[in-house]
């Protein structure tokens, strides 16, 4: 049997406990955007994913922990919530 190392899963506003219709806040350039669907939420009047937004705020192609680093909900940050849902050690299971 080889061992398969799984991936924690992508963000998803519903299973971290953040509502649509809630606000999260960007601690790097001080704006705030409505959540609208579990992946996406409205930024600067146009419906874009976590990482496109971070992308465009932090002036990179690819953004992945510094999306969640760079956002909050109610005064927690993302990164905290979601290590919270799903904590960083490795599942390994067999296949």
């Known amino acids: 049997m080889k061992n398969k190392i799984t ?13 649509i219709g809630a606000v999260i806040h960007c601690t790097v350039s001080g ?15 146009e419906e874009v994913s976590l990482s496109k937004a ?5 002036g ?12 909050s909900y109610n005064g927690k ?6 290590d919270e849902k799903y904590p960083k050690s490795l599942k390994i299971s067999n296949v």
């Open 54 to 58: 971070s992308q465009n705020i932090l």
């Open 7 to 19: 991936r924690r899963p992508n963000l998803n506003f519903e299973e971290l406990e953040i509502p």
């Open 31 to 45: 704006e705030n955007a409505e959540v609208v669907k579990p992946k996406k939420f409205l930024f600067r009047k």
């Open 60 to 71: 990179v192609s690819k953004a992945s922990l510094d999306s969640l680093r760079i956002w």
């Open 77 to 82: 940050n993302f990164m905290d919530i979601y």
